[in-house]
């Protein structure tokens, strides 16, 4: 029953930004720690953000500072901010509903994949 969809990955230039959205159905959103992830070719899937279901959130070093994670529990939907794009950040970036224990992050559901080419 549970259902993520993301969308608003794109190719976009060294620099620029771009704002990915992951819409969940079939759970009671507001109770979920939410994640996004990222696989680049040839490369495992890695973490790249969190947010609790209190707000509190989480980053990968590699990230931090050109991310934002964020939520809207009225409508279901969390949000990835991706500025200042480099061409390393290239990936499909996948959504997930999971837990949280200790300030870590566990996966459950995924979401399908958008993504992300950062190229001139």
């Known amino acids: 029953q549970v259902q993520l969809v993301e969308s608003g990955g794109g190719l976009v230039q060294p620099g620029g930004s771009l704002r990915l959205s992951c819409a969940a159905s079939g759970t009671i959103f507001s109770i979920n720690p939410m994640g996004w992830y990222r696989q680049a070719p040839g490369k495992q899937r890695e973490l790249v953000a969190s947010?609790?279901?209190?707000?509190?959130?989480n980053y990968a070093d590699s990230v931090k500072g050109r991310f934002t994670i964020s939520r809207d529990n009225a409508k279901n939907t969390v949000y990835l901010q991706l500025n200042s794009l480099k061409p390393e950040d290239t990936a499909v970036y996948y959504c997930n509903l999971g837990a949280m224990r200790r300030s870590q992050y566990y996966p459950n559901y995924w979401g399908q994949g958008t993504q992300v080419t950062v190229s001139s």
């Open positions: 947010i609790s279901s209190g707000g509190s959130t």
